[in-house]
């Protein structure tokens, strides 16, 4: 009898608890070994020059010297398979006005996919495309008359510190944003949530958005900055919507891999946006249980998500079906008011249905939700990220608080 209620309170916890969904092609998203860099300085004292990787976010496997200014720099991913997407970010310290030659060397069917930033404390810049070249098919980076230490990365190094900073900066005297720690990953870093609304949460109907699922997509990341902004700022549209809306923003989906320099994946090894359907990284379990629990304390719906990414070039990857949503107008009516806003501005659309378990499937198939990609390009204008980030979020407050349909 005493084992009979055991199952009974088991079935009652886990019928209470996030639904898992199949997808029509499933993802194993258990766990896998990773491999670490090792954390350390290659020193050239007679060239007075040294590389490191002694910060969150670096990614740098090992540096031979080929002559006297020529130097390989091995990058190497935290497992395989994984997108040809390398990502690489190390420190240059040279003790003398040099000008150096670094060829990138990843494992053989891998190619460089990102131009390298530079930052000598200056601020990022973007390298100039004369200072990179091929040699015998291999990427050469120029760097020019160097002296000091500065920084190359594929992007702007956007760490856990960095996040929590601007965090900071951005919900100061805001007492209706609430930054919290919803869990940890398998490092224990703190998963985060902002949670804001004007007025009684009850009912409300929830609205989520996310970033950094994939470490290099910095300027996914940007969009998602100039967009919330927009979401905190105060503004009378911002604040018809947060008195309609509860919004969860979720702004480092993936602190392990970012803090690790992964090219792609968690520090279980994982593509946390394949991991939609049964949530078994601690990154997705944490943010599924947490909209679950606010759904069910506040007797609240998910009607729309966002999920900031980067890609090669700015697209939409948007659901087919949107009849079963609460908004089956939304998306063109919003491409419209971006097209309307953005001098010279294409809206880029790609619509399908998901077949694997990303987040834009959870939320049509979990919650019959509008859900969207929202992809920004790799060498976007970084101005340009910005003004299209603020547009479409002025646009889409506006059209969910005059209750677009």
């Known amino acids: 009898m005493k084992n009979r209620s055991l199952l009974i309170i088991f079935f009652l916890i886990v019928g209470c608890g996030p639904r898992k969904l199949d997808f029509e092609r499933p993802v194993d998203t258990r766990s896998r070994p990773i491999s670490l860099q090792v954390k350390r300085s290659y020193d050239f004292p007679q060239q007075r020059l040294s590389f490191h990787n002694l910060f969150d976010g670096a990614r740098l496997n090992g540096v031979t010297q080929i002559n006297d200014s020529v130097y390989s720099i091995s990058v190497m991913p935290e497992n395989t398979p994984i997108n040809n997407s390398a990502y690489y970010a190390f420190a240059v310290n040279s003790q003398t006005t040099q000008t150096l030659y670094l060829r990138f060397d990843y494992p053989e069917g891998y190619n460089h996919r990102y131009v390298p930033k530079q930052n000598w404390k200056q601020g990022w810049r973007i390298t100039p495309e004369e200072d990179l070249t091929l ?17 190359i990365a594929a992007q702007e190094l956007q760490n856990s510190s960095h996040v929590a900073k601007w965090v900071e900066e951005n919900i100061e005297n805001k007492p209706y944003i609430e930054w919290k720690t919803i869990g940890t990953t398998t490092l224990g870093r703190p998963m985060w949530v902002l949670d ?24 996914g990341y940007f969009a998602f900055q100039a967009f919330m902004k927009e979401v905190m700022g105060g503004s009378d549209t911002a604040k018809a919507f947060l008195e309609k809306y509860r919004v969860l923003a979720f702004p480092l989906v993936n602190p392990d891999g970012v803090d690790l320099g992964h090219w792609r994946h968690n520090a279980g090894g994982i593509d946390t946006n394949r991991d939609w359907g049964n949530y078994r990284q601690p990154e997705i379990k944490s943010i599924v249980n947490y909209i679950h629990k606010v759904k069910k304390e506040s007797k609240s719906k998910v009607v729309m998500g966002l999920d900031f990414h980067s890609t090669w070039y700015d697209v939409f990857y948007t659901n087919k079906e949107r009849l079963a949503t609460p908004f089956p107008k939304f998306l063109d009516q919003w491409f419209q008011a971006l097209e309307s806003s953005v001098p010279n501005y294409k809206v880029n659309e790609k619509a399908s249905n998901s077949t694997q378990p990303v987040s834009k499937g959870w939320l049509l198939y979990g919650h019959n939700a509008v859900g969207v990609t929202y992809e920004i390009g790799d060498e976007t204008p970084r101005d340009d990220i910005q003004f299209i980030g603020k547009t479409s979020a002025q646009a889409l407050m506006h059209l969910l608080s005059n209750e677009v349909n």
């Open 135 to 151: 040699v015998d098919s291999t990427t050469q980076l120029q760097l020019n008359n160097v002296y000091g230490e500065g920084i």
């Open 196 to 219: 804001m609304t004007l007025g009684p949460s009850k009912e409300k109907p929830l609205v989520v958005f996310f970033t950094r699922q994939h470490p290099p997509e910095v300027t």
